[in-house]
């Protein structure tokens, strides 16, 4: 050992006391450097050169070191990578970059001042592309609606007037669609080595598109209530996960590298060793559902109950899907020949991107249409499935309510109220509210306002000389004040009273 100490420091004086430029200087230097075991001798040897900037030299004993694959393997090889750099070897440079990240993921090395030299050339920048964490518009864009979709699904979840079982499949199948638009902007943000366990974080829905649309379309198609066998649809996707949790329970690091090691040899990092059986497997179950789910919408297509706002919600929906089947086939046929999928690649998810927005849209504008069946003119299944309330006492209890509106014009009191009516029919709330959702399609208070702002209209119509105020005419009718009056009057007219009372003057001929 000692003669190892002594044959170091023979070395390092020999460095300082002969020209540095001298070949026969270099060749002592390295064959003395050679007959040391000593990793660590050779390694300050090595650091030694590269400060002084003698990279050649500095990277003849590095590769010495290199090949150990020891403790300082992660150090070596960001000197090599540098010393190359120096150099002007952008390629052996960038090689040597990947290596480094595979042993210590640290993308801050890029920004090293060492690598200024060959920071425009294309070997260099491309290792930037592949690793260093990015934004841009469309990662921006697709993180944004994937935001949009979780919101979503939780306004659905929340809203009482949507059925549950389609509330529950319209919303998962939002969520699977914002769930993968999310996974995506993190993989072209490379982002995803920076949170390995997003590796195939969405990839364990594939088996879901199909079977959460196909049973939404039944559901608010048909009326159709859940059975026990319909858990057989859900095969597929438990079969997958048997298979892939092997993956999901690999710690970070190991999904770490597993990414590295696909991205180096050309590959997407993001996709499973099995991805073209994956792909295809998808595709079949995309393909069959999609033409179950055709099936059901153009036979509810024939349905004259359909209202339209209903039919169009259906035809989008479907349009929609029928075109991310198609981009996805183009998609698949093209990774499948190990051909760069681009524009199909991206569109696939804009028309994800689509069907979450547009889902999002509705949800605003005209929740009805999520149920279907539930939104056709006389029929509210879902609602009152489990109500107690006879064919034959429904219309009598209708018969009864036509009498006190039209004949006793309950609605002029004031203080009329769902329970106030109940007692009037003799009924349960439940029952009086079933009565006037299933006969005249629409609430108790929409049922109300109807009876008053028609008789307002009425008295408007006939008050030529108009000696009557607005407010009166409101007390008339029921209301208690001419706000209330007026925002209900507008609602239904598009008019306010005074515009409405102007356009119906008549002078006295």
């Not at 090599?80 to 993308?107: C, G, N, P, V």
């Not at 079977?211 to 997958?240: A, M």
Request: charged residues 20%; glycine residues 4%.
């Amino acid at each position: 050992m000692r003669l190892q100490i002594y044959l170091s420091l023979l070395s390092i004086f020999l460095s300082n006391s002969v020209t540095p430029h001298s070949p026969q200087d270099k060749i002592a230097k390295i064959s003395i450097t050679k007959i040391n075991p000593s990793t660590s001798i050779v390694l300050i040897n090595a650091d030694k050169f590269y400060h002084e900037q003698k990279f050649s030299e500095a990277l003849t004993l590095y590769e010495q070191i290199e090949s150990n694959h020891d403790e300082n393997e992660a150090h070596v090889l960001k000197k090599m990578a540098l010393s190359h750099a120096a150099l002007l070897d952008s390629i052996k440079s960038a090689d040597y970059i990947e290596q480094y990240l595979m042993a210590d993921f640290k993308t801050s090395f890029l920004e090293h001042e060492g690598f200024a030299p060959i920071k425009n050339t294309q070997s260099y920048r491309s290792v930037v592309k592949k690793y260093v964490p990015k934004v841009s518009i469309w990662s921006f864009l697709y993180f944004y609606v994937a935001m949009i979709g979780f919101f979503i699904v939780t306004v659905l979840n929340f809203n009482k007037k949507i059925d549950a079982g389609a509330k529950i499949l319209i919303g998962g199948f939002v969520f699977i669609h914002s769930f993968f638009i999310l996974h995506i902007s993190l993989n072209i943000t490379n982002y995803q080595y920076q949170f390995p366990h997003s590796y195939l974080m969405s990839t364990c829905f594939s088996f879901l598109y199909g079977p959460l649309l196909y049973f939404y379309f039944k559901r608010i198609t048909q009326e159709y209530k859940f059975k026990t066998k319909d858990l057989l649809h859900l095969i597929p996707t438990l079969l997958f996960l048997i298979y892939i949790i092997p993956i999901y329970s690999m710690s970070g690091a190991a999904k770490l590298e597993l990414m590295l090691n696909r991205v180096r040899n050309g590959l997407n990092p993001s996709d499973s060793a099995a991805v073209s059986i994956i792909v295809a497997l998808k595709w079949v179950s995309l393909v069959i559902y999609g033409f179950h789910i055709r099936k059901l919408y153009l036979k509810s297509k024939e349905n004259k109950d359909l209202d339209k706002k209903s039919g169009t919600w259906q035809r989008n929906i479907y349009g929609i899907h029928l075109i991310y089947i198609v981009c996805y086939t183009v998609y698949g046929l093209l990774i499948s020949n190990n051909i760069s999928s681009g524009f199909f690649y991206h569109s696939q998810i804009v028309t994800m991107a689509i069907m979450v927005l547009y889902v999002g849209y509705s949800a605003n504008v005209q929740p009805k249409v999520f149920n279907g069946v539930y939104s056709y003119g006389n029929n509210l299944i879902f609602k009152y499935e489990k109500s107690g309330l006879t064919e034959s006492l429904s219309y009598e209890l209708k018969e009864s309510l036509i009498n006190l509106f039209d004949v006793d014009k309950i609605y002029r009191e004031n203080q009329i109220s769902l329970d106030v009516l109940s007692d009037r029919l003799n009924t349960t709330r439940h029952n009086t509210s079933q009565v006037i959702n299933e006969h005249f399609n629409m609430s108790f208070h929409e049922l109300v306002n109807k009876y008053r702002i028609q008789e307002a209209k009425e008295i408007m119509s006939n008050d030529y000389n108009r000696n009557l105020n607005i407010i009166d005419i409101a007390y008339e009718v029921g209301y208690n004040n001419k706000v209330t009056f007026n925002k209900a009057f507008k609602k239904d007219t598009l008019l306010t009273p005074s515009e409405y009372q102007r356009t119906f003057f008549q002078p006295q001929m």
